[in-house]
């Protein structure tokens, strides 16, 4: 953060319940989340002046705030799909920096996967055909077949291979292997991956993130507080936020996502380079996602990120490792999955994940830098946070 303006921390991070969830609530998910991590930062609710939340109640988050019996100053609903969170982080950063608000509590919350097994849901979420849309929609354009043709232009100009792309599926259900909330952990191949059933060429079933319920929580503050928290501070260092298209036709490549700009900017205001970074949680609803934003975040030249994310560099053990929970492909991906980057990458620099899971760097030391970058839609907008120890 520039000068003249207060320093923020994350100070408490929560998971609610995961997985298979047929008889809670989203609201009883919001709320869980928000009472765990309330209690990860040992501060009280009476802190808490500012709520970020998205995706649920009819005026959200005024009625999500209103379950939890909060009454907020200060609030954000920005919308913009799975890079919401990094979004909101980064808005509440700004707002706690410049004074505008003390403790903010960023709440997710969703069953989207017991929705659709009770017949409650019965499509995936419908962006409409109004505005510039209606140009793609009568042609049946999903979503899946949007990151499936950017992958296959991937492809083609760089060289990038079907097992490439698999392989970043079978690290990200290695780091899930430890991860005892994770929904799936047992081991696959880059054969299982290639031969489970076509979703949307070039990707299978295992290419593409699975369907939880789930939520989590995280709560930021202005340093002033720190010294009353019941663990060691996770600095907020940078953040970018970025969009670029709503329709295919006007995304002029689709090799780069806007990832490219929100890391420059978070980078840049946290004065560090990718090369520096230890741990990445990167939004993952399918493979290609990971890899292109390895290359636009700056770990790898562009067209390289299928060579980059060989050997094993992408575990808990590897050279940087990514997506350490098992990510949207293997752990949980309840929706909005954006703010579970952030927990994880939280829990990584504190050095609370479980054994074997744990990243440590040379030296046995714990991990110093972690950056969580979130895309929405069909790459339409990210939200790249750097996190760093205290």
Known sequence: MSSGRRKVAVVGVALADCGRLDTVTPYALHAQAARRALADSGLDRSVVDGFASAGLGTLAPVDVAEYLGLRPTWVDSTSVGGSTWEVMAAHAADAIAAGHANAVLLVYGSTARADIKAGRRTANLAFGARGPSQFEAPYGHTIVAKYAMAARRHMHQY???????????????????????????????????????????????????????????????????????????VWVLGAGTAVSHMT??????????????????????????????????????????????????????????????????????????????????????????????????????????????????????????????????????????VLGRG
């Not at 995304?251 to 741990?279: C, K, L, N, Y």
């Not at 909005?336 to 760097?361: N, S």
């Not at 040379?362 to 339409?380: D, E, I, K, T, Y």
């Open 159 to 233: 060289g990038t291979t079907v097992q490439q792309l698999a392989d970043i599926a079978v690290q990200t259900r290695a780091n899930a292997a430890c991860n005892p909330h994770a929904l799936y952990r047992d081991p696959i191949t880059v054969d299982d991956v290639l031969g489970s059933p076509l979703i949307a060429d070039p990707f299978t079933k295992l290419h593409c993130c699975i369907r939880s319920d789930g939520g989590c929580a995280v709560l930021l503050a202005a340093a002033d507080y720190v010294p009353d928290t019941a663990k060691p501070p």
């Open 248 to 385: 295919m036709s006007e995304w002029e490549d689709f090799t780069v996502s806007p990832a490219a700009a929100s890391g420059r900017t978070a980078f840049g205001q946290a004065g560090v380079t990718a090369q520096e970074i230890d741990v990445a949680e990167l939004y993952d609803a399918f493979t290609y996602m990971t890899l292109v934003t390895l290359e636009d975040l700056g770990f790898c030249p562009k067209g390289e990120g299928g060579a980059f994310a060989a050997d094993g560099r992408l575990t808990t053990g590897g050279a940087l490792p990514v997506n350490t929970d098992g990510g949207g492909l293997s752990a949980c991906h309840p929706g909005m999955r954006g703010l579970f980057l952030i927990v994880e990458a939280v829990r990584q620099l504190r050095g609370e994940a479980e054994p074997g899971r744990q990243v440590r760097r040379r030296g046995g030391r714990l991990p110093q830098l972690a950056v969580a970058s979130g895309m929405g839609g069909w790459f339409c907008s990210s939200g790249t946070v």
